[in-house]
């Protein structure tokens, strides 16, 4: 096999650069040309990341928040949503997470709020029911709880 053939390093005879611009060296294997853009810097891209996973969780964790029983599951996430949107606030997508974060959590605050609610409600039935029935002398008496209590609602 020979020897690869070497390009000329001048300009050809006859040919004249045009004035200001002077010849560049042969750019490198895996080197980016002359003058190439190599992207955002690394803390601009992290903050990126950020953004996108602060819009992602904070979908995932409102949809979750509207949904009751589920809305327990959102609490970790609508945090990290609301975490990750104000690290990386300068972008779009960390600001719609952060919102989505915050709202997801009056969502969960409310839901738990409402189930807590209606579970002591209920409980608290229970309890009157109990007592009634504990004071009730025959069965008609108990007859009379069992219709104040269970079959009113």
């Not at 005879?13 to 004035?19: E, L």
């Not at 294997?29 to 602060?54: D, F, I, N, V, W």
């Not at 599951?73 to 997508?93: D, N, R, T």
Request: hydrophobic share 40%; proline share 9%; glycine share 10%.
């Amino acid at each position: 096999m020979s020897e690869p053939t070497s390009y000329p390093q001048q300009p050809e005879p006859g040919y004249r650069p045009q004035p200001g611009y002077q010849q560049q060296p042969p750019a490198q294997y895996g080197s980016p040309p002359p003058g190439y853009y190599q992207g955002q810097p690394t803390e601009t891209r992290k903050h990126a990341g950020l953004a996108t996973a602060a819009l992602v969780v904070g979908i995932i964790g409102f949809v979750f928040a509207c949904v009751p029983f589920l809305n327990y599951v959102a609490y970790p996430l609508v945090l990290l949503a609301i975490v990750f949107g104000l690290i990386a606030f300068k972008w779009g997508k960390a600001k719609a997470g952060a919102i989505l974060g915050v709202l997801g959590l009056v969502a969960t605050i409310l839901w738990s709020v409402a189930i807590a609610g209606a579970f002591d409600d209920a409980t608290n039935d229970v309890h009157a029911y109990n007592a009634c029935v504990a004071k009730a002398h025959s069965s008609a008496e108990i007859d009379k709880c069992s219709d104040k209590y269970l079959h009113s609602k």
